[in-house]
């Protein structure tokens, strides 16, 4: 029985918790160059069908995004983002079938309770998966730059995420940089996460 298409509803200021796996779990990033395609097909969606983008972890097999829509329905910006990822991904390994595991996974995000609980959780990932000691070593990840205290240009709202919290830029991201970094501490999930997305 086919699946029921997902309603296109277009909610302004919606911020979405993402994830999209890997078919079967395997693989969807195997070099330095398919991570940055993932992030070049960002980039030019962002610009497509503009979105705020406040935080992202792609990882080998899956990858999270933290986003607050605009104009367009999230169902939309997804689909383009996986589609033209997994048509590089395919030709690039000579592939075929599905890349990515069914549809990809949205939880709403409150913003006053949890838009850093939320951006925490996908900050740490690398560092629970193992693939690095501390988030700021992981190249593929939004704490890399806000760690840096660089905005990279054009793909990450730096500045209005911290200003959620403060006017005070500098210190909100110090804020943010500090409870991150307590996370690494705390073993278990946010309440927002319904299953464990790792």
Not at 153 to 167: I, Q, W
């Amino acid at each position: 029985m086919p699946r029921k298409a997902r309603q296109a509803i277009i909610a302004p200021n919606q911020i979405y918790h993402i994830v999209s796996r890997g078919n079967n779990e395997r693989r969807i990033f195997r070099s330095a160059r398919d991570y940055r395609k993932f992030i070049f097909i960002l980039r030019e969606t962002k610009k497509k069908f503009p979105f705020y983008l406040y935080c992202y972890s792609l990882m080998p097999n899956h990858y999270h995004l933290e986003l607050e829509v605009q104009e367009v329905s999230i169902s939309k910006i997804m689909h383009r983002i996986n589609f033209l990822y997994a048509i590089y991904f395919k030709k690039r390994y000579k592939t075929s079938g599905h890349l990515f595991q069914d549809r990809f996974y949205s939880s709403l995000i409150e913003k006053d309770r949890y838009l850093w609980e939320a951006a925490r959780y996908i900050d740490l990932n690398p560092p629970r998966a193992k693939l690095v000691d501390l988030p700021e070593k992981w190249r593929w990840g939004s704490f890399y730059f806000y760690f840096r205290g660089e905005n990279q240009e054009g793909l990450l709202d730096t500045e209005r995420f911290l200003k959620f919290s403060s006017k005070d830029l500098k210190a909100a991201r110090e804020d943010y940089l500090k409870y991150v970094k307590e996370g690494l501490k705390i073993e278990k999930l946010p309440k927002f996460i319904t299953k464990k997305l790792i």
